[in-house]
């Protein structure tokens, strides 16, 4: 028996349901431009919020009561495990993700962190035989204990350094056993506070290096999935190495793994970077380096990370138009890297925040896919940037500053402004919202 057990299945009842534990726009068999929308969204629990989380912010301790709590033994890691299956069973949630930590306790050393690693995730592959649920991404949590206060693969200490590197591998051959179609690598605490005590190239150059030999190492085992990384910034450090996407690209450029690692990227940690969630998988998309979404909101009013379930239509539709116009998800999907709020007690709010995650998120993918369909954005573009289509544009970027002067002086060049039409192409947009 779990928590979940009274549930049915939920199922698509359409616009006209009052049922709050239905879906109202995501009908998972619906076709759009060739493939249903489970296919296209590829939907994914995260473990941590959903089952691990137990309520606290900065200011409170524990508002939830779980049957598996406490989360310090592997009994109760058993009884999480079921009640996560019973959980993916009420959505019919195709994916789900994990950190190591999420799925066990910390046994404080390593021999003790492979073993229970390895019992859990052996439970987990025989749940997942019987389920449809398959694992998106497997990730290590190396930012909770004080081990990690320092970052992981950055940190001054060698022995630390070789604690994440043996934590690392064990996750991936972990998520190599469960099938996982992606391994993250999330940086919780690669950065710093002050420079008095850091010396960053170094740790950069370390960085680097551990990354590669995470590609060497999936090399090596034949894993077919993607290696991510995610952008994070200044969630715990002040100064995140990963900062956002464009940083991250260009890190991964500089070490050489630039056709080797792809970005996961959240729409929370976009918001702290000072950008938009399309921005973000727009720089990704353009450069061919997104891999996969982790699917949230912040609160506009809040500092930090709040995680909250989306909930803005045209923002989400946005964010799948650029992920549509590059092709849509490979390995990578629709990760809910979301919680309830710390009030939100019951396992009805715990299924009803998905449900309307995912009703969302399909509202925004049609809108995006009807937008793309109808091309009138891309219209817009190719009208704005005809100039460039011209003989004299294209030469002018072969060309030198001294020879393109001398065009401007005996032509007599004055540019004229032209509108950007900004409020008309939003106007568009609010058409398909």
């Known amino acids: 028996m779990t928590m979940f057990d009274s549930f049915e299945t939920v199922t698509f009842e359409g616009t006209n349901s009052e049922n709050p534990l239905a879906f109202h726009h995501y009908d998972a068999k619906k076709e759009v431009m060739g ?172 960085m680097g290096r551990f990354l590669n030999m995470v590609v060497d190492y999936k090399h090596k085992i034949g894993f077919k999935g993607a290696i991510l990384v995610e952008p994070k910034p200044q969630e715990p450090s002040k100064h995140q190495y990963d900062y956002d996407a464009a940083t991250c690209i260009g890190f991964l450029r500089k070490y050489g793994l630039e056709n080797e690692v792809k970005l996961n990227l959240e729409q929370g940690h976009a918001i702290l970077a000072g950008h938009s969630f399309e921005h973000e998988i727009a720089t990704a998309t353009a450069e061919g380096m997104l891999g996969s979404i982790d699917m949230n909101r912040n609160d506009y009013q809040s500092g930090w990370d709040t995680d909250q379930f989306p909930n803005n239509t045209p923002e989400v539709a946005l964010c799948y138009y650029h992920i549509l116009k590059s092709g849509g998800f490979t390995t990578g999907g629709t990760n809910f890297d979301a919680k309830v709020r710390r009030q939100s007690l019951t396992a009805e709010d715990l299924i009803a925040a998905h449900v309307g995650g995912m009703d969302i998120c399909a509202r925004g993918f049609e809108a995006a896919a009807a937008m793309l369909e109808d091309g009138g954005l891309e219209e817009a573009l190719s009208e704005r940037y005809a100039g460039w289509d011209t003989p004299e544009a294209k030469e002018m970027l072969g060309s030198d500053l001294a020879s393109i002067t001398a065009r401007v002086l005996s032509e007599d060049i004055r540019p004229a402004p032209r509108s950007g039409r900004q409020e008309i192409l939003e106007n568009y947009v609010n058409r398909f919202v």
């Not at 991404?137 to 994440?164: E, I, K, L, Y």
């Open 35 to 206: 493939k249903t929308l489970e296919e296209h969204l590829r939907f994914a629990v995260a473990y941590w919020h959903t089952f691990a989380w137990e309520g606290g912010d900065p200011f409170g301790g524990s508002t939830f009561q779980r049957d598996w709590y406490p989360q310090d033994n592997m009994e109760n890691a058993y009884k999480k495990a079921d009640a996560a299956f019973d959980f993916f069973r009420v959505l019919d949630v195709p994916y789900f993700c994990w950190h190591d930590l999420d799925l066990r306790p910390d046994q404080g050393n390593f021999a003790g962190n492979l073993s229970t690693l390895d019992q859990i995730t052996d439970y987990v592959g025989e749940k997942m035989a019987q389920s449809k649920t398959k694992l998106l991404w497997g990730t290590a949590n190396m930012f909770s204990d004080r081990r990690w206060m320092s970052g992981a693969s950055t940190n001054p200490d060698p022995d630390v350094f070789a604690f994440a590197a043996a934590t690392v591998k064990s996750c991936m051959d972990a998520t190599h056993k469960l099938g996982g179609e992606n391994y993250v690598l999330w940086g919780g605490r690669e950065g710093y506070e002050t420079l008095l005590n850091t010396d960053l190239n170094q740790e950069l150059d370390h």
